[in-house]
C-alpha cells in the first residue's frame, strides 16, 4: 500500500497545474501579477484555484509523509515543515490577494510557504538515499529558487529589481515548476 503513495506527487502537481493554466488562459492578467492576483480577478477563478491547491496540496502533502519520508528516512522536521507549508498553502489558498486584511494575512502566508518549499528541497538534496543526478538537479532547483526568492526580496526593499517585477508571473512560475522538477527527479531517479 506504501507504493500507492509514490504516485500522488505526479497528480497532485497535474491538478494544480491544471488548474492553473485554465485559470491563465481564462482569467488573465497580465505577467506582473502573481498566480494568486489572477485567481482574484473572478469568484470563479478564486473558486477553482483554491479547491485545486487545497486538493493538490493535500494530496502531495499525503506523498511527502506516506512515501517521501520513509523512502529516503527524513528527519521530523521535514515533517514540521511540509505540515506547516500545508497550512500555510491552505490559507493563501482560501485568503485572496485582495487590498485590504486579506492581502495582509495572504502575502505572508504565501511568502513563508514559498520559502519552506525551499527548505523542504534542501531537506531532500542532503538526503543520503536520493540518486546523484537527483543531488545535481536538486542544487540546480535551489540555486534557481534562491535567486528568484532574492530578487523578489532584495527588490522589494531596494528598488533595484523593479523590472524584475512586470515579469513576477514568470519568475513565480519557474520557481514553482523548478521545486516540482527537483521533487519528481528525487522521487523517481
Given at each position: 500500500?506504501?507504493?500507492?503513495?509514490?504516485?500522488?506527487?505526479?497528480?497532485?502537481?497535474?491538478?494544480?497545474?491544471?488548474?492553473?493554466?485554465?485559470?491563465?488562459?481564462?482569467?488573465?492578467?497580465?505577467?506582473?501579477?502573481s498566480m494568486s492576483m489572477h485567481a482574484a480577478l473572478d469568484r470563479r477563478a478564486y473558486l477553482m484555484f483554491a479547491v485545486a491547491l487545497s486538493l493538490g496540496?493535500?494530496?502531495?502533502?499525503?506523498?511527502?509523509?506516506?512515501?517521501?519520508?520513509?523512502?529516503?528516512?527524513?528527519?521530523?522536521?521535514?515533517?514540521?515543515?511540509?505540515?506547516?507549508?500545508?497550512?500555510?498553502?491552505?490559507?493563501?489558498?482560501?485568503?485572496?490577494?485582495?487590498?485590504?486584511?486579506?492581502?495582509r494575512i495572504h502575502r505572508p502566508s504565501a511568502y513563508t510557504m514559498a520559502a519552506i518549499m525551499g527548505i523542504l528541497l534542501v531537506f531532500l538534496a542532503v538526503?543520503?538515499?536520493?540518486?546523484?543526478?537527483?543531488?545535481?538537479?536538486?542544487?540546480?532547483?535551489?540555486?534557481?529558487?534562491?535567486?528568484?526568492?532574492?530578487?523578489?526580496?532584495?527588490?522589494?526593499?531596494?528598488?533595484?529589481?523593479?523590472?524584475?517585477?512586470?515579469?513576477?508571473?514568470?519568475?513565480?512560475?519557474?520557481?514553482?515548476?523548478?521545486?516540482?522538477?527537483?521533487?519528481?527527479?528525487?522521487?523517481?531517479?
Amino acid at each position: 500500500m506504501n507504493e500507492f503513495y509514490k504516485f500522488l506527487a505526479p497528480v497532485s502537481i497535474l491538478i494544480v497545474v491544471l488548474a492553473t493554466a485554465v485559470m491563465l488562459i481564462r482569467w488573465r492578467g497580465d505577467n506582473s501579477m502573481s498566480m494568486s492576483m489572477h485567481a482574484a480577478l473572478d469568484r470563479r477563478a478564486y473558486l477553482m484555484f483554491a479547491v485545486a491547491l487545497s486538493l493538490g496540496g493535500l494530496l502531495f502533502y499525503i506523498f511527502e509523509i506516506k512515501w517521501l519520508v520513509s523512502h529516503l528516512n527524513l528527519s521530523a522536521a521535514f515533517v514540521t515543515f511540509a505540515s506547516l507549508g500545508l497550512v500555510l498553502q491552505l490559507i493563501a489558498a482560501w485568503v485572496p490577494d485582495v487590498p485590504g486584511l486579506k492581502r495582509r494575512i495572504h502575502r505572508p502566508s504565501a511568502y513563508t510557504m514559498a520559502a519552506i518549499m525551499g527548505i523542504l528541497l534542501v531537506f531532500l538534496a542532503v538526503a543520503p538515499a536520493i540518486s546523484t543526478m537527483a543531488l545535481m538537479v536538486s542544487m540546480i532547483a535551489l540555486a534557481i529558487m534562491a535567486m528568484v526568492f532574492g530578487i523578489f526580496m532584495i527588490g522589494s526593499v531596494s528598488q533595484l529589481f523593479s523590472s524584475a517585477k512586470s515579469n513576477y508571473l514568470i519568475f513565480q512560475g519557474s520557481y514553482v515548476a523548478v521545486f516540482f522538477v527537483a521533487v519528481l527527479t528525487v522521487a523517481y531517479f
